[in-house]
């Protein structure tokens, strides 16, 4: 159902609650599907999104992918897509592409009534920093900004961007406006990459992290990194995740300080993974190809939960992560989906330049997802929304 609060559509569904009200035994057999059919994992997480149709907001509305990525949200009924840009550019592109326009909202952010509340919103959050009044009606003219905003102040539930823009202009907004996840000190990143071969991780599908954000992680924010990337792949795949961190070593006694800080912190993710009660399996040093293959985890001696069954890599820098999720990608032919934000109270996700329509789509697709089920997957957003 579509109705209107202000001058943005909201989605409602028939249940009266925010929390998943479905057929009994429903997820059940999507889950037991899944399963046996081996389904990728995209597909599996429409009919829950098709149930639970959701706002999500594309700072880059003028760019072809966009516009393709957001015709299959309107087209797969999933929810309202928000194209952010000159409304006459979008409607030039649309024609040019026979696309249809139907079921999308164009918003102009330099014509925006929401111009100056913004401005004020952010002065307000960002005034302790040295922001001034007139500086922040100067940023909120600029796309990422302004849906950034529309995503603190609840006009939509997701966002996606950085189609055209480089990695840091995407993430600033983000990081300086949405408020971390309570007891998470680290914002991350996540890629989810799915293959053909279902021995891969999670049925084909691996969660790598950080491949985005944290330059040179402390065996600290590398526990947090771990148990974020971890929530969302236990609910995305509805499996414990196998989360292993990566090293050139595998249970060494190496006193390398590269090596110890992965043992380090596979301690700390222990224990915090403990004592919030998630039922994570971790191990950690482990060499990549340990972590996956349990052959050669065998042949190494390496005999834990973890080894050979990951389906969660935590890399030990930036560098290595994202060399390694392209790398995969290019390589073995890989969907990637992402970079999907971690840490933050809202869903949110940060796609490469290189992105395809189809990877838009995907990213969109897992944002909204975890809009769904945010209050369940992090309790504490339940006395802050």
Known sequence: MLETAGHLPVLTCPEKSNKLQVAPGIDALERALQRHIGMPLLPSL????????????FPEGTDQRILQAARQWVTRQLGVPVLLGDR??????????????AGMRLI??????????????????????????EAAREAVRDNSTFATLMLHHNQVEAIVGGATQSARSALRPLLQIIPRLD????ASSLMILDFDEK???SKGSLFMADCGVVPQPTASQLADIAISTGIIAQHLTNEAPRIALLSYASHSTTEDPSVQKMREATRLARDRAAAAGHEFQIDGELQVDAALDRYIATAKGIDSSVAGRANVLVFPALNSGNIGFKLVQHIAGANAFGQIMTGLTKPAA???????????FGAAVVCGVQAIDREELFPSLESTT
């Open 108 to 133: 102009d952010p330099q014509r925006s009534d929401d111009l100056e509340p913004f401005a004020q919103s952010l002065h307000t959050l960002r005034a302790a920093k040295g922001l001034t009044l």
């Open 350 to 360: 940060e796609i490469s330049r290189g992105s395809s329509a189809h990877d838009v």
């Open 183 to 186: 007891g998470v000190k680290t």
């Open 88 to 101: 006459t550019a979008i409607k030039r592109l649309a024609a040019r592409l026979d696309l249809n326009l």
């Open 199 to 201: 021995q891969i991780g």
């Open 46 to 57: 429409l009919p829950k999104l098709q149930r639970h149709p959701k706002r999500i907001v």
